[in-house]
């Protein structure tokens, strides 16, 4: 690391440090001494990406798209973040283009705009028309924006190792959490792999007539640059473009729908930022643009988000519940009660209506967050799949509102003869599985026999786990209470007429002054107790 490079990262990591600790992120504050400000925490974080600029920003929005690590309201606050990158000189365009390319920009194109088209915090896109006449996009790199980034995430990840404390109480395991983004953006800052996520995509749906890609200029892509087609069509939510073109809006959401679950189940590759300005529609084909955020899921991935569909239609919640626990990572301790409480909530909120209503996107975001909130980390491949599932589904409610993602999923799991979701089978594993079965047949009679030997010599004991065991044991205590309090007023009224029955001890008028003292103090103490139970409101 050059001087200039170590005094920038100590500047930086001082910077970042007081940042933070202005806003109240500092390691020395305990969660438990700022209870209330606790409650401005997911503005105030947000308010410190954007203090320290577009590398943090780039962060920020990040972290937004990771439920599995971050509660709701941070995820909330976080996706108001927009990149505010001011665009960078034209003549540094042109010097990272000559420099990527070896040679003169005269040599590659007759013309490039010197005012950015989209700007962002990581590259900003230019019109350019190649020698040929061929009209194109091209993205560039910002200048130095690797270092920075990652240099950026790195501080960071030192200032979470040494103050643990500092995001503890916002990401589940901060550490693990800031260095998967850090591996995330060394892919996402080389442009070589978004040149192959094009290329793979553009193979693995050549069948799907309806959908297309630009044409990448291979020998105009480098690690900094893209080099693509420019493509002249109709925004996808442009509604009335697309009317007056003759186009179905609604036909559009059906064959967008099926083709990304054609992406998600036959090779477990698909689009992970199909937001509107990604989505052109140009001779009568949906075409995906800007490839710099995929993703991806392995057959065990693919048969999980089946079977989650599966048992969100059934409203099966045990098997949602083993489900959950089967896929996801333990973060900590977990009670499987409150898991099931809280999936169970879940289904009942959203499964009450018809599937037409159910956006699935909202469904995944809330198992995301039940999971965390018991210390349970799903994968981070489900993580992309939830974010594209959100935008598309916002897509979709532009476009064809009538249309229900969560329906048209049901039936192409249900019909598509093709769809190859079935555990592999082979002869080795039904003999394996076959054998564990038969020992741990019999393996229960002497279990049996273990039990009643233990419950006969006394040994044996039987452990009742009450949820909420102490709400209810307050209530418990309560119900015993009144009933006491009950009989005290009852054995003081029966007391008070016997008295006066009796004509004993002082009295006014032939009755006697205690036993009117006592029914005095009986009425008092009976109405305080209906006064209390009509408080309670169980009556």
């Known amino acids: 690391m050059g001087d200039n490079q170590a005094d920038y990262s100590r500047k930086r990591f001082r910077e970042i440090v007081r940042v933070l600790a202005s806003y109240g992120f500092g390691h020395i ?24 600029g577009p590398t943090f920003i780039k962060i920020g929005q990040i972290l937004s798209t990771r439920p599995d690590v971050l509660p709701a309201e941070y995820i909330t606050e976080l996706a108001k973040l927009q990149d505010k990158a001011p665009p960078f000189p034209y003549e540094t365009v042109k010097s990272i283009i000559e420099e990527e390319l070896g040679r003169p920009l005269t040599e590659i194109f007759s013309s490039l705009t010197e005012t950015p088209m989209a700007c962002a915090s990581v590259a900003q896109v230019h019109r350019a028309v190649l020698l040929d006449g061929t009209r194109v996009i091209v993205k560039v790199q910002r200048p130095d924006i690797e270092d920075r980034l990652l240099e950026d995430l790195h501080i960071l990840i030192r200032i979470v190792k040494k103050a643990p404390n500092t995001l503890r109480d916002i990401l589940l395991d901060p550490v693990e959490a800031l260095e998967e983004i850090l591996e995330t953006t060394k892919i996402e800052l080389d442009f070589t792999n978004e040149v192959h996520y094009m290329l793979r995509f553009q193979k693995e749906n050549e069948s799907i007539r309806c959908i297309s890609i630009p044409k990448v200029h291979l020998n105009l892509s480098t690690k ?17 473009k697309l009317l007056e073109e003759g186009y179905d809006a609604e036909d559009i959401g ?28 140009h001779e009568k084909k949906i075409y995906y643009i800007d490839f ?27 098997q949602l519940v083993n489900l959950v626990l089967d896929l996801a990572q333990q973060k900590g301790p977990v009670d499987k009660n409150v898991l099931y409480e809280d999936i169970e909530y879940i289904i009942h909120y959203y499964l009450q209506t018809s599937l037409k209503n159910i956006q699935v996107s909202r469904l995944f975001m809330d198992l995301f967050e039940a999971a965390r909130k018991n210390n349970l980390k799903l994968p981070k491949e489900f993580t992309t799949l939830l974010k594209s599932l959100l935008i598309l589904e916002g897509v979709i409610s532009e476009i064809a509102p009538d249309l229900s993602i969560m329906e048209i999923a049901k039936d192409y799991l249900k019909e598509d003869p093709k769809l190859d979701l079935w555990p592999e089978f082979s002869l080795d594993s039904l003999a394996l599985h076959s054998y564990s079965l038969v020992k741990d047949t019999l393996k229960i009679p002497i279990s049996i026999q273990t039990i009643l030997d233990n419950f006969i010599s006394g040994r044996g004991k039987v452990k009742l786990d009450i949820v909420n065991f102490d709400n209810r044991w307050v209530d418990f205590n309560k119900m015993i209470n009144r009933m006491v309090f009950a009989l005290v007023v009852s054995a003081i009224i029966i007391a008070s007429a016997l008295i006066i029955r009796s004509g004993d001890g002082p009295n006014f008028n032939g009755i006697s002054l205690v036993g009117m003292l006592g029914f005095a103090l009986a009425g008092f103490l009976g109405l305080w107790l209906l006064i209390s139970i009509l408080k309670s409101g169980n009556i």
């Open 29 to 52: 504050i305990h969660a438990k001494f700022r209870t209330e400000k606790m409650k401005n925490d997911p503005e105030n974080l947000r308010l410190v990406f954007e203090e320290l």
């Open 254 to 281: 059906r064959k967008l729908v099926l083709s990304y679950l054609y992406q998600l189940f036959s090779n477990g590759f698909f689009h992970g930022d199909p937001h509107p300005g990604n989505l052109i529609i």
């Open 224 to 240: 900094r640059i893209v080099v693509q087609e420019e493509i002249e069509g109709i925004k996808i939510t442009d509604k009335e």
């Open 292 to 318: 710099g955020i995929m993703g991806s899921l392995t057959q065990k991935a693919r048969r999980s988000v089946n079977d989650l569909l599966q048992a969100m239609v059934k409203r099966d919640i045990g």
